[in-house]
């Protein structure tokens, strides 16, 4: 798709646009919300974007607290920041959604001036007051990223083997509160409940990062908000993620440097917000699954050591059945790609996702994607295009598949190949931010005839 540029904008189009997310800078959802926020800066757009907590040093970030455009001081009182406080512990001991926030309610005063557009990704976190967006989806074009499920649950941002959010049943009887965001009690029933009446009152533009996540928006309580819906993939920057000299990386690797990781070794990798410990992820069937493999006959290259590198989370080394697991914690997107590039294989077991962006940057890396079949992740990992689709909760399925492409390591080149051409030419971020760009203009020239036509007949009243 070609890009808007920005004389395309201009006085009677687009001209600006306000990215909300939790933070700037962090797991999958930060890197999305951040690429949609310099794409839009990309092409001339005045961009901002509105955080609870603020990583990065950029100006036009700005947490919802520290606007240099807003008066803060009706709200500095000490009775005022009793009762705030108040509320919060309330809510907190209530098992409640925390939705005390009053700056929520000035967003469009937060950057000085009106914005075209506000496109609010994850809203939980502890920074946005949910019982605003009746009043600011009124005002302008609201466009949610449904880079979770938490808008639809009584908590939880993935309702894991749980049917009870949807739109005609109700949460109750919530089967894990740990499950993040988690509570302390359980009022998710009552959360439910508020957020259905919030959204009844709402107007909302829906981007789905797959079809699984708008047909679970459409069953959910989130149905009588969506004003229109559209799936828009998730996007990975290529410029970042793309195939090289796999040698090469290998050789770069602070592993293979320091020694821990022979040359000739068969390395796996997997990715994930706090590494193993992610309760989304599926650490314990992917272990079982390390447990149960076996060296294969030298003839098919059973001399090859085999390790396993997991990114994000804590630091250690473990051994695991024949396989010699490094937890190596947080990288950043330079060195996780290389880390790509060094690998031979990409292990992905989980328990939920809305996407699966670490799996689409590991295929654009060249990588074949051994995957738990749960529910997008058959939209992204594609059978005969780099991805392999495994049993969700099956570490046996896990092994035999691992163990057939350890047995026979020449054909991973192969498949990742065919990997990374699906990965660029379905999920490259240019992509993302100029069908997102699209919707944004279709939908504000939509909003502006709708109020000219508004504004007519009350002139020929």
Not at 238 to 261: I, M, T
Not at 406 to 430: K, N, S, T, V
Request: charged fraction near 20%; charge should be neutral.
């Amino acid at each position: 798709m070609r890009s808007p540029r920005p004389a395309e904008f201009g006085a009677g189009g687009l001209c600006k646009v306000i990215t909300v997310n939790t933070a700037d800078h962090g797991g999958g959802a930060e890197r999305l919300a951040w690429q949609m926020f310099e794409g839009c800066a990309a092409l001339g757009l005045d961009s901002w974007f509105l955080v609870g907590d603020k990583k990065s040093s950029h100006e036009r970030v700005l947490p919802f607290y520290l606007s240099p455009y807003f008066d803060y001081r009706p709200f500095a009182g000490s009775w005022t920041q009793r009762r705030q406080r108040t509320l919060k512990w309330l809510s907190r001991r209530a098992g409640l959604d925390d939705f005390e926030f009053p700056y929520s309610r000035h967003l469009l005063e937060l950057t000085g001036s009106v914005p075209d557009v506000v496109h609010c990704h994850n809203l939980h976190g502890g920074y946005f007051d949910l019982r605003a967006l009746p009043w600011l989806s009124r005002r302008v074009p609201v466009f949610l990223t449904l880079q979770d499920a938490w808008t639809a649950t009584g908590h939880c941002a993935f309702p894991i083997d749980c049917e009870r959010w949807q739109r005609h049943v109700g949460c109750g009887q919530c089967p894990d509160l740990s499950l993040p965001p988690a509570v302390e009690r359980d009022a998710t029933a009552l959360n439910w409940w508020r957020k259905a009446r919030i959204f009844e009152k709402s107007r909302l533009y829906i981007v789905g990062t797959s079809q699984w996540s708008l047909d679970l928006a459409q069953r959910s309580i989130l149905a009588p908000a969506m004003a229109d819906a559209r799936l828009i993939p998730n996007g990975v920057d290529l410029s970042v993620f793309h195939p090289g000299d796999k040698a090469a990386a290998r050789a770069d690797l602070p592993l293979a440097l320091s020694g821990a990781l022979p040359m000739h070794a068969l390395l796996m990798i997997s990715v994930a917000h706090a590494g193993a410990g992610n309760p989304f992820k599926d650490w314990p069937t992917l272990k079982a699954a390390l447990e149960r493999l076996t060296h294969p006959p030298p003839a098919a290259g059973g001399d090859r050591p085999l390790h396993l590198a997991v990114i994000g989370g804590r630091v250690g080394t473990e051994q695991v059945g024949p396989v010699t697991v490094h937890h190596l914690g947080y990288l950043s997107h330079a060195e996780l790609a290389q880390h790509y590039r060094a690998a031979d294989l990409f292990v992905h077991a989980t328990r939920a996702e809305t996407f699966g962006l670490v799996i689409a940057e590991a295929m654009a890396c060249g990588l074949p994607a051994v995957v738990s079949d749960v529910g997008p992740t058959p939209e992204v990992a594609v059978p005969g295009h780099g991805g392999i689709l495994v049993r969700a909760f099956d570490p046996g399925d896990l092994a035999r598949q691992l163990q057939t492409l350890i047995a026979r390591p020449e054909l991973l080149p192969a498949l990742g190949e065919l990997a990374a051409q699906y990965a660029q030419r379905h999920f490259d971020a240019r992509q993302m931010v100029d069908a997102t760009l699209g919707y944004y203009q279709d939908v504000v020239a939509q909003w502006r005839a709708e109020r000219g036509d508004y504004v007519s007949r009350a002139l020929h009243l």
